[in-house]
């Protein structure tokens, strides 16, 4: 068959996905609504079902390179799978001392309405067996994946966010790290997420560059002539410093406030007045908020790491496992 009839019913087989994929999902009153046009309506939500759905293949893919290495050293022990852990892993966990049943009694008193801590100590003995026995598996699984090589081809959902020459610190642009946050200088999850990243640059250094961008909601009526103060604050080097103090202030934000952050930390108080009254980085605050709205960030905070989306006031070991992902894969 000649080669130029093969590419005309190539073309026609293609035409109808084609056209399928270029179709109006609905059409009101004559007015089209494109696949495009609902996809970017509701991108957050794409988004956050790509990171549960990768979250689920994740963890199931972690099982299964454990079940295998199992299996391996296993067969090279001349043992069961169950031989083999009860080994490696339940003879290894010590029996909880009374000291650590009677913490954990402590720590949940409050919950356990009013049960004693004999009443209570064989559950607590069993919670503690199972979260040191789940400590050695993790440990005996990396041991076995340095034995094992192990590689691991599974990639999360990447989205390009640009930093758009904003407030930054640590590592600068050569650290394998960067994090780039959207925030709100009157959200309280904003407030509550401020220590969980400074405890994140100080546990990694250099390694992790912290760029922030503003996305104050527009519910929080004091938080866009906040971010413009910080802005302001920035031009004279002081980004840093102003920004610490109007989340400490969060409470009180308001025009006096900017003045007498602005006199502790150094500035200018005509020139930052000035800027202020100007209105100087208004267009810079929009673009953040539009950058935010095109890669799904609908509140505060959101972190991207490496492009991986991390919404809300997550804790430490969340940002710890994505960060260890990454400059693992980085490693390899």
């Known amino acids: 068959m000649p080669t130029r009839l093969l590419l005309v019913l190539a073309a026609l087989a293609l035409a109808p996905t084609a056209r399928a994929a270029d179709a109006p999902v609905a059409v009101v009153g004559g007015d089209p609504i494109s696949r495009e046009q609902l996809e970017k309506h509701v991108k957050p939500q794409l988004l956050e079902v790509e990171n549960q759905r990768y979250e689920v293949l994740s963890t199931g893919l972690d099982d299964l390179v454990a079940s295998k290495l199992f299996e391996k050293e296993a067969k090279a022990r001349n043992k069961t799978v169950d031989q083999l852990l ?4 339940a003879a290894k966990v010590p029996a909880p001392s009374d000291a650590d049943v009677q913490k954990v009694y402590d720590d949940n008193k409050a919950q356990l309405g009013g049960q004693t801590l004999e009443q209570t100590k064989p559950r607590i003995v069993e919670f503690l067996k199972e ?3 789940g400590e050695r598996r993790e440990a005996f699984v990396k041991e076995l994946r340095a034995k094992y090589p192990t590689t ?10 640009a930093t758009a020459g904003r407030p930054e610190r640590g590592g600068g642009e050569k650290a394998p790290i960067t994090i780039v946050m959207f925030s709100d200088y009157e959200c309280p999850y904003c407030s509550r997420a401020e220590s969980t990243v400074a405890e994140v640059t100080k546990a ?12 104050p909601l527009p ?3 004091n938080a866009r002539p906040a971010a413009e103060a910080a802005l302001c604050a920035n031009a004279q080097g002081k980004f840093w410093q102003f920004h610490d103090k109007l989340f ?4 009180n934000l308001n025009a006096e406030t900017y003045k007498k952050i602005a006199g502790e930390v150094g500035l200018d108080q005509a020139k930052f007045e000035q800027c202020v009254a100007k209105n100087e980085f208004r267009a810079a605050i929009d673009q953040d908020v539009a950058d935010a709205s095109a890669v799904g960030v609908s509140g505060t905070p959101a972190f991207f790491i490496n492009g991986r989306m991390l919404s809300g006031a997550q804790p430490f070991d969340k940002f710890k496992e ?10 390899s």
Do not use: T, W
Not at 205 to 211: A, E, F, H, P
Not at 322 to 331: F, G, S, T, V
């Open 219 to 221: 519910f929080h009526a």
């Open 86 to 89: 009860a080994e490696e892993v």
């Open 204 to 215: 990694y250094g250099d390694k992790v560059r912290l760029v922030f961008r503003n996305y």
């Open 152 to 161: 691991i081809s599974l990639k999360a959902p990447v989205v390009e966010v």
């Open 248 to 251: 400490a202030q969060q409470a």
């Open 131 to 133: 979260q040191k026995e």
């Open 322 to 331: 994505i960060i260890d992902q990454e400059l693992a894969a980085k490693a």
